[in-house]
């Protein structure tokens, strides 16, 4: 199956270089690596402020699915990692950001509590799975 690649133009980058792409499109189906908060040269933005960092990450995910002609419309599924206790709290702070990202019923969805991510500051870690026509 012939695959589609998105890499919007001053998207963020990892400090180190890897082979990934920020979203891969196979067929009808498009699938986005996990979206965070970091800037070009991978710094963390905003450290710390989990509800910063998930507006960053959402805005990501629509400039790459932009790239493939998509929008948050077309997401049926969202995985969300925070770092958090796991407690309410922790999860209704981000929650509630992502959720004004999307019109009503809105993409199946998950959140993850974890110890930490990749970087020191990091907060969240948000990926989806889009559909199109």
């Known amino acids: 199956m012939e695959k589609a690649y998105s890499w919007p133009d001053g998207h963020w980058d990892w400090p180190i270089k890897l082979p990934y792409k920020h979203g891969v499109k196979c067929g009808n189906m498009i699938f986005l690596g996990g979206q965070v908060a970091l800037d070009e040269q991978g710094n963390v933005l905003h450290p710390g402020d989990v509800a910063a960092q998930t507006r960053i990450a959402m805005e990501n995910i629509k ?14 599924k969202v995985n969300i990692f925070y770092v ?4 309410k709290e922790d ?5 509630k950001i992502r959720a004004s990202y999307f019109k009503e019923p809105g993409p199946a969805a998950t959140g993850i509590p ?3 991510l990749a970087y020191e500051g990091m907060m969240t870690e948000i990926e989806v799975i889009a559909m199109v026509d």
């Open 63 to 76: 400039a790459v699915l932009a790239g493939f002609g998509a929008t948050l419309d077309d997401v049926v």
């Open 114 to 116: 974890v110890p930490f």
């Open 91 to 95: 999860w209704e702070v981000a929650a």
């Open 84 to 87: 958090g206790t796991g407690t």
